[in-house]
């Protein structure tokens, strides 16, 4: 585990300048390491960040049996032949990612209990659509004692239509269904890249998984997986918040190792603002020239722009010239760290769904409280380009989701200082 940190402070400064690289996505290294709960052997997950969900999700799996360490960047987890199969509540209520060790464990073991999940405050996440897709591989859930527990004597392949496509859904469907018997068909999956590298590495363990990346996702379950290696993707909701802070603070940067493709409709909208970037096989370059034009954005599922986005660039509308409209799709409550903003002077009016943001030519820094990880990150980054010192507090929350998110800042000529 990195050093615990409690407090961002950033001195607003002049422009960014340099490469900052960009390490492994938490939201698919979290899923991998559940998926290692399929199958006995030993694992080596390579580009994992050294942040704390990595840290809770290796608790969990110790809880089952396992045996996980890091060296650098590497994880090594040692499933055993039989595992415990349950996420005590201790563990499961510090992150809701937890919630995704659910179908791997009924695949293996036939059976599961998992506290309810807790993890960002930001409305609620129901958790319906895992239930009710597992039901109808054959599953039957009660839940007792703030546990849910589910059992199977047989997983039996169906088509299950998501009624939306959510990631830990798919994700949970996904890793019950290798295992059942037959063929199970997903169709209005989600399709986000850590989707698509959770496929990779299911099938590199000896599953039959096709039309990862689309919305119907068809997979025949085989008998048994074995253990096997994989490189985590790299993290573009990291990549993002690199880019947006250049686009606040100005200057050039290159978010080294990021993907362009699994960014494009976000470089596409930042591109509308007046900033200029493009790509190559080392990553992704931006460059903002100035001021920059206010544009409306709303979040979807991929391949739209995520949710997750979207804290950062409600920082980047603070400061540009407009007015703009950000219209959030997904979580109702996801923008408390407006309030935030606020107090750094920003002028954004919001209702559940919709920010409209009118720019002011600078932010003052002021102490402000990080509600979740991408809201901490969003206003660390605001606080590059105003005027004096912000302090983000609760900043706990973004070392669940960022390594030395300060540090790789300061490499590229900002000032901040963690406590
Ligand atoms: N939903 C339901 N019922 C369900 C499942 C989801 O109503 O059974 C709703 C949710 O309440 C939400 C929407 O569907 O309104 C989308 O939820 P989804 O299941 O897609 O999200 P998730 O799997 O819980 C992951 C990421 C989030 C990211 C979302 C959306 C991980 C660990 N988390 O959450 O990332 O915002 O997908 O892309 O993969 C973060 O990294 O900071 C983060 C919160």
New binding site residues.
Partial sequence: MGPSISRITVTGGGPLNGIVPVGGA??SV??LMAATLLAEGTYHLDNVPRIT?VDLMSDLLRATGCQVWFDEHRLTIDVPAVIEPIAPYEIVEQF??SIVVMGPMLARCGEAQVAMPG??D??????????RGLQELGAEFETSHGYLKVRADRLVGTTVVLE??????T?NLLMAAVLASGTTIIENA?R?P?IVDLCEMLNTMGAKIRGSGSPTIAIDGVAELHAADHRVIPDR?EAATYLCAVGIAGGEITVGGARHEHMAMLCQKLGETGMRISHDPNGIWAMAPGRLRAVDCQSL??PGI???FKPFVVSLLATSIGVGIVTEN??SGRFRYVDELRRMGADISTDSHHAVIRGVPQLSGAPVRAH???AGAALVIAGLAADGETVVSDAEHVAR?YEDLAGKLNGIGASVVVS
């Fill in positions: 938490k939201n979290l899923k969900d809701r990612a993890g960002d930001f409305g609620p996440r129901p958790i319906d659509m895992h239930v939306f496509p959510s990631v830990g859904a994700e989600a986000e850590e909701i599922p991929y995520a949710t997750d997904l979580f979740d990880i991408r989701g």
